[in-house]
């Protein structure tokens, strides 16, 4: 019995509205903070795919944990900063592992 299917579907990477909508149903579950602009975050994410944005709003989650405070049992909304940090931090580890990051800079109007 096989447990995969044989055949392989190469699919795009998605544009702009589906990073921004990616994002969003991503962090549906999460308390996120009125800052966060999932427009310029897809903008940023040029290149990205479904799983990156998946792990980038992941690290965002995480990234948030380290500002809480002993005495502290809620975690704060996740912030725009939480998601730039992450992004860099991505932005790094791709330029590291020798794949393509956008080096145009992207139009945030």
Same mark, same amino acid.
């Given at each position: 019995?096989? &447990?995969?299917?044989? +055949?392989? #579907?190469?699919?795009?990477?998605?544009?702009?509205?589906?990073?921004?909508?990616?994002?969003?149903? $991503?962090? &549906?579950?999460? @308390? $996120?903070?009125? *800052?966060?602009?999932?427009?310029?975050?897809? @903008?940023?994410?040029?290149? #990205?795919?479904?799983?990156?944005?998946?792990?980038? *709003? &992941? +690290? +965002? +989650?995480?990234?948030?944990?380290?500002?809480? @405070?002993?005495?502290?049992?809620?975690?704060?909304?996740?912030?725009?900063?939480?998601?730039? $940090?992450?992004?860099? @931090?991505?932005?790094?580890?791709?330029?590291? *592992?020798?794949?393509?990051?956008?080096?145009?800079?992207?139009?945030?109007?």
């Amino acid at each position: 019995i096989l &447990r995969r299917m044989p +055949a392989t #579907f190469r699919l795009g990477l998605p544009d702009r509205s589906q990073r921004r909508e990616i994002l969003t149903v $991503v962090m &549906r579950m999460e @308390k $996120v903070a009125p *800052c966060v602009d999932m427009l310029r975050l897809a @903008k940023l994410t040029e290149g #990205f795919s479904g799983s990156d944005l998946r792990e980038l *709003c &992941r +690290a +965002a +989650a995480v990234h948030r944990v380290r500002d809480l @405070k002993e005495d502290e049992e809620e975690l704060r909304p996740i912030s725009m900063e939480d998601m730039l $940090v992450s992004l860099g @931090k991505m932005r790094e580890s791709r330029v590291d *592992c020798g794949m393509p990051v956008s080096s145009t800079q992207p139009d945030l109007d």
